[in-house]
């Protein structure tokens, strides 16, 4: 654009040399290569340098096309401020317009990361209350509230018929490793996954082939129809609702036909697990209905789906019937029948599992 300086430029070589300018693009190249622009992810840091970036940007939105006419002449210096403030106003109607779309442009940007900041204050709030690593050891934790390994080890005998003689088998969440070591004892292969470092520690100590991984991570690597079953105890309640359908849909996937996915979990039907076992364990998102939890495994392919129910109260917790020996009351039936759906309503089996079959 030095040419605009030359004394013998008529006006249609100005307006020429102007549109040139606007067709290559010049502008937006002057404005990027400037000094003064910074990038927006070089500049934007903390919530207060954010604040004062969009104050910034707020005061600066306009570009003003009359910019302060000056001339590099020394001769004449009145007579050419005079003539280019003319041949301005001659060409307002044709530089204006662009100015004026780049404002409009550089307003609605400005709104928008304003609308933007807004959102991602709200969201670094709310990320700050959620996915924190708990303090306490959960090792500790499951050994005071989970029960005894040789127990639990015991209660998982039940699942064994849908995994013996199997070659490939997944345990989702293994805690401390009772049904990894119960299928090692029975000769089957299984590998054993979980995230907490202390609980894969303690099982490689006691020699269990555990890993420390994601489940969806190690689902997303793992081929298609490579799996000959997999178990999931108490491991669902802690996922989201979208996560636990997720769940069922990547190990139908994986599984190969024939194959059981066995998931067990807390028994919601019962009132007593509230009271005894969900919400004393930090962990827990939600628990999952039985007959929703047939629903979701039924809906993504699995076949002879069936609910196997555990974990029963002791019968003394339980609402005693009435003695008929007497039969002093006409409707005792009924009114037995009726403490029996209390009982199963508050002293129902704590846990359940849901087994499906590809």
């Not at 401390?176 to 979980?194: A, K, M, N, P």
């Not at 069936?306 to 974990?311: N, V």
Request: hydrophobic share 40%; net charge negative.
């Amino acid at each position: 654009m030095d040419n605009i300086y030359k004394d013998n430029l008529t006006v249609p070589e100005i307006m020429a040399l102007i549109k040139k300018g606007l067709e290559n693009n010049n502008l937006t190249d002057v404005l990027v290569n400037s000094a003064e622009t910074e990038s927006v992810c070089d500049t934007l840091g903390g919530e207060h340098e954010k604040d004062d970036q969009l104050d910034k940007m707020s005061q600066h939105w306009w570009v003003h096309p009359h910019r302060p006419v000056e001339s590099h002449k020394r001769r004449l210096q009145f007579v050419h401020v005079f003539l280019k403030k003319i041949i301005r106003k001659l060409l307002k109607w044709y530089i204006n317009p662009p100015f004026e779309e780049q404002s409009r442009f550089n307003d609605m940007v400005v709104r928008y990361l304003k609308r933007v900041n807004i959102h991602l204050s709200e969201l670094d709030k709310k990320l700050a209350d959620i996915d924190r690593d708990a303090t306490i050891s959960y090792l500790n934790f499951e050994n005071n509230f989970r029960g005894q390994s040789d127990v639990v080890k015991r209660n998982q005998e039940v699942y064994l018929p849908y995994f013996l003689n199997r070659k490939n088998v997944l345990d989702v969440g293994c805690g401390r490793g009772e049904f990894v070591e119960l299928l090692v004892s029975h000769g089957v292969s299984i590998t054993g996954l979980d995230v907490n470092e202390e609980m894969v520690c303690y099982c490689r100590d006691k020699g269990l082939p555990v890993f420390k991984e994601d489940f969806f991570d190690f689902l997303a690597k793992t081929p298609n129809e490579s799996l000959d079953g997999v178990f999931m105890a108490q491991v669902i309640e802690h996922l989201k609702p979208y996560q636990m359908v997720e769940a069922v849909n990547l190990v139908y996937e994986k599984l190969t036909h024939g194959s059981y996915f066995v998931l067990e979990t807390i028994n919601p039907e019962s009132l007593y697990v509230f009271a005894h076992s969900f919400y004393i364990d930090l962990t827990h998102v939600r628990p999952l209905h039985p007959q929703t939890a047939k629903f979701i495994f039924e809906s993504n392919g699995f076949s002879e789906v069936a609910l196997l129910y555990s974990g029963f109260v002791d019968g003394s917790k339980q609402v005693p019937f009435i003695d008929a020996s007497q039969n002093l009351i006409s409707n005792i039936q009924e009114l037995n029948q009726g403490i029996e759906r209390l009982n199963k309503l508050i002293y129902g089996p704590q846990d359940y599992a849901v087994i499906g079959r590809k």
